[in-house]
């Protein structure tokens, strides 16, 4: 049964922790905070609450976006119905049960419903997620982007902009939680650029499915972006869908899970360099699997048509519409959409641009066989155990340990979609660790003289005095 009070088990499990540590970090003149957490949403949420639990102060989490509502993906740019992860993995609640997803839902509709679900709507995460920054105190900064970095001493100057002002900020530590669009940039195949922007859009952007009424829609990827923008084009009354996908079948082995028990997952980061890469050949070579409902949902239509071995060699305007060319002939279409996933590109970050070129890239640490290279693997950014950025000439640029990443670029590196839930019970304690212990040896003097200060007694001797033993006194004979 759901409870009259749906909040009391949080408030009890925050009880039971005990008040949040005071903050152990000596401030500096000239900066402004000791983290900076950009990306508002299930991620930086969940480190501003993580780094107040480990005592760390004058934290501040920053988001683009206008409001919580557009914030993320989840009321955005995401159309699944339900989310991709099992419902029982741990997520934002780093270890409190009480204030996880699940807790959160049998206190609204009852045992029985989370019994009933098989994995979580997609709305019901939103509305979680919004209950978690209120319940937690997390405040985000919305309205605020990141479009700079710049060392600047024992510091990072953070440029940004405000509400449309330009505005300079410094910190000591910057965590990129920043989802797929924090990499580098959606993906759109070069096929389809060339054609006028009107008729396309990726999967990321803001779509007008209403206006997709009675016209034929050509979707791109065959993976689960794809599927899922295909069958709201349908439910939205498309004429007819066609699913170009690359792949003579659909992507089906899940090979990211079978490495998902505790030995794996927990360890993934100390693997050879070696064992990681070719795990990530194996991804990459077997592809990223749909869900069977987001295939169901589009198969269920009978104007929906899946071309397998159909990738896009060219498209041009003929007439008034858009034909795209494939191996299996050509195809007018009024609208498409890439469901093509993103490309790892960090100078396509604006706020990187200036520091891309001295971030350690997997393809300066690794060179690999014939058989096993990857142009876009070796693209991605070799991370250090605490998700920072590492140099790629020592001692040019070694502010970019203070730069750590949560976001999908730790893919080669931690065998994860870094940012998504499966990643939050591994990946945020330790970089929350690895922060807490760098500011801490970055002020030792300061903790040396702290720890080592003077204390004062707890109690004096008094207290004892009357226990204390002596031995008895002996009278020497006469």
């Not at 449309?164 to 910057?174: C, D, F």
């Not at 893919?411 to 690895?434: E, N």
């Amino acid at each position: 049964m759901p409870q009259s009070d749906p909040d009391s088990v949080a408030r009890e499990a925050l009880r039971l922790i005990g008040p949040d540590p005071q903050n152990w970090v000596p401030d500096r003149d000239g900066v402004d905070h000791n983290v900076v957490v950009v990306g508002g949403g299930q991620s930086g949420s969940a480190f501003a609450f993580a780094l107040r639990r480990a005592g760390i102060g004058k934290v501040s989490v920053i988001d683009a976006a206008a409001d919580g509502t557009r914030a993320g993906v989840w009321l955005t740019s995401a159309r699944m119905h339900k989310l991709r992860t099992p419902k029982t993995l741990p997520g934002p609640e780093l270890g409190l049960p009480g204030l996880g997803f699940q807790a959160w839902y049998e206190a609204r509709y009852g045992v029985a419903a989370f019994d009933a679900i098989d994995r979580i709507q997609r709305l019901d995460w939103a509305a979680y997620l919004e209950w978690y920054r209120k319940v937690t105190g997390v405040t985000v900064r919305y309205g605020t982007r990141l479009i700079g970095v710049e060392p600047a001493a024992d510091h990072l100057r953070l440029h940004l902009e405000r509400d449309g002002s330009a505005t300079v900020e410094t910190t000591r530590k910057l965590v990129l939680a920043t989802g797929f669009a924090g990499s580098g940039c959606a993906y759109v195949p070069q096929a389809l650029q060339s054609l006028p922007k009107r008729f396309y859009a990726h999967t990321s952007e803001k779509i007008d499915f209403k206006a997709l009424r009675g016209v034929s829609v050509a979707v791109i990827g065959g993976a689960a972006s794809a599927f899922d923008a295909a069958a709201v084009a349908l439910e939205a009354g498309a004429r007819d869908v066609r699913l170009f996908a690359r792949r003579e079948s659909l992507a089906a082995l899940p090979v990211i899970r079978i490495r998902g028990y505790p030995g794996a997952y927990d360890n993934y980061g100390a693997l050879p360099d070696a064992v990681r890469w070719q795990q990530a050949i194996r991804f990459r070579q077997t592809g990223s699997t749909p869900p069977p409902d987001a295939i169901s949902r589009a198969v269920a239509f009978p104007n929906f048509h899946l071309h397998l071995g159909a990738p896009l060699i060219s498209t041009r305007l003929k007439g008034v519409r858009p034909v795209a060319e494939t191996p299996q002939g050509e195809f007018a279409f009024d609208f498409a959409i890439a469901g093509t996933g993103y490309s790892v590109d960090l100078g396509a970050q604006t706020e990187l641009r200036d520091v891309a070129d001295e971030i350690l890239l997997w393809r300066d640490r690794l060179t690999p066989p014939d058989h096993a290279r990857d142009e876009t693997l070796s693209a991605y950014p070799y991370l250090g155990a605490g998700h920072e950025y590492l140099e790629k000439i020592p001692g040019r640029a070694p502010h970019l340990k203070d730069i750590h990443v949560f976001n999908p670029a730790a893919f080669v590196s931690f065998g994860l979609p870094v940012g998504d839930v499966p990643s939050f019970k591994r990946d945020i304690p330790a970089i929350v660790a690895r922060i807490s212990r760098d500011l801490f040896l970055a002020d030792l003097t300061a903790h040396e003289a702290r720890i080592n200060g003077t204390i004062a007694e707890d109690f004096a001797p008094e207290l004892y005095a009357p226990a204390v033993w002596r031995p008895p006194q002996h009278v020497a004979a006469e």
